[in-house]
């Protein structure tokens, strides 16, 4: 069963849809980034998927529950940070792991507390004299301590420090390994994070371009850099001058095809999001 | 971390590392490779990633499985490394140097020739 399976699911403000038929499907124990350019609806896709907005129309389980009807044991079930700090800047710090130890049924104090312990947040101090770096801290501590089967994240990095970064990810990923977890993640620092995750999903005015596992973009997509004198083949998704020489990115054609032609790699996901973002709409 | 190539899947890349290593002998027969939690976050990659390099090495007999440590670089893996490496060297390395020195018009002959002297 799928942790998330969202279908054609369309949010409007006024003239304008948000969402616009979106479509999400995500197993358990996968790690899946939600790339899109600003504006593209990723926000409101978190949380339709949460079921923190109402929806125009589509279909939306998640956990096998429906967010509306279901909303008090969905909660127990996912975690969400969102891209704005919301913890409250007035509790201290220790306060507010009471707060959370009280109100969730499945938040593990004593993780909490240890992760904690590895930062400099010290707990008798109030949230607002906390730098930003340090407040992401103590938001993923809380978040991650609730054992929950998923983990939804709007751009969790915005705002640190290469040193803050380095260890959000370390927790992350040493977190990950406590159970069969679900991440979604939203971000626009998409060669940090590429090699973390298992599948994306590229997104653009409300839809969902592209979502495939990373085993299947190796498949399906190569990138070709002509050699000197040739002519891409026809049928390329993107097109650019590099130093390196023209590179063109393909589709399903078979690479002993494009070996012809120059030297065929896979692209990495920012040369794809580029090539499919500037493709002619399908 | 890691500088990882378009040209190969990551787990491939590892094995490739972990392979060198062994051959290199900075990682010792019998001796254990790190953790699948210590590479995927000092590398920032995905624990599957490290997890099916990792399961790749042991099909190879190069790793193995302790219950309860972790893995470990088996007794004759220096061998083993060698003899695969000395394999992937002839049937793709060496083929693909031969057609770039024909390309350039190196003679190899003349080429050994001249190293010798």
Known sequence: ?282 | MHEWHDNEPIYLQLRTTVLHRILAGTLAEGEAVPSVRQVATSERINPLTVSRAYQLLVDEGLLEKRRGLGLFVTTGAGNKARTSEREAFLNVEWPRIRQRMDALGIDPHSLLKSEDA
Not at chain 1, 89 to 115: N, P
Not at chain 1, 260 to 273: C, H, I, K, M, N
């Open chain 1, 1 to 282: 069963m799928n942790v998330i399976d969202a279908r054609q699911l369309v949010k409007r403000y006024g003239a304008n849809a948000a969402l616009d038929g979106f479509d999400l499907q995500v197993p358990p124990g996968r790690i899946v980034g939600l790339i899109g350019p600003n504006g593209s609806g990723k926000t409101t896709a978190l949380k339709a998927v949460l079921g923190l907005t109402t929806l125009d129309s589509g279909e939306l389980v998640i956990n096998g529950l429906t967010p509306w009807t279901h909303r008090a044991q969905l909660m127990a079930e996912v975690a969400y940070i969102p891209d704005t700090g919301i913890l409250p800047r007035w509790m201290r710090v220790s306060d507010l792991v009471d707060y959370v130890a009280g109100v969730h049924t499945r938040f593990d104090r004593a993780r909490a507390e240890a992760m904690l312990a590895r930062t400099d947040i010290n707990a008798s101090r109030p949230v607002r004299v906390l730098s930003k770096g340090m407040q992401v801290q103590l938001h993923l501590a809380l978040i991650l301590a609730i054992n929950a089967r998923l983990l939804v994240l709007d751009e969790p990095t915005l705002g640190l420090d290469v040193l803050f970064r380095e260890q959000f990810y370390d927790t992350l990923l040493n977190d990950y390994f406590e159970g069969e977890r679900s991440i979604l993640i939203t971000t626009h620092e998409v060669r940090e994070i590429e090699h973390v995750l298992t599948d994306v999903v590229f997104m653009a005015r409300g839809k969902s371009r592209l979502a495939a596992s990373i085993d299947e973009i190796r498949e399906q997509y190569t990138k070709l850099t002509l050699t000197t004198g040739n002519t891409p083949l026809e049928g390329f998704i993107g097109r650019r001058q590099t130093l390196a020489g023209v590179e063109c990115i393909y589709r399903n054609v078979p690479r002993d095809v494009l070996a012809r032609a120059g030297a065929v790699s896979v692209p990495d996901l920012v040369e794809l999001f580029v090539a499919i973002m500037e493709a002619p709409h399908a």
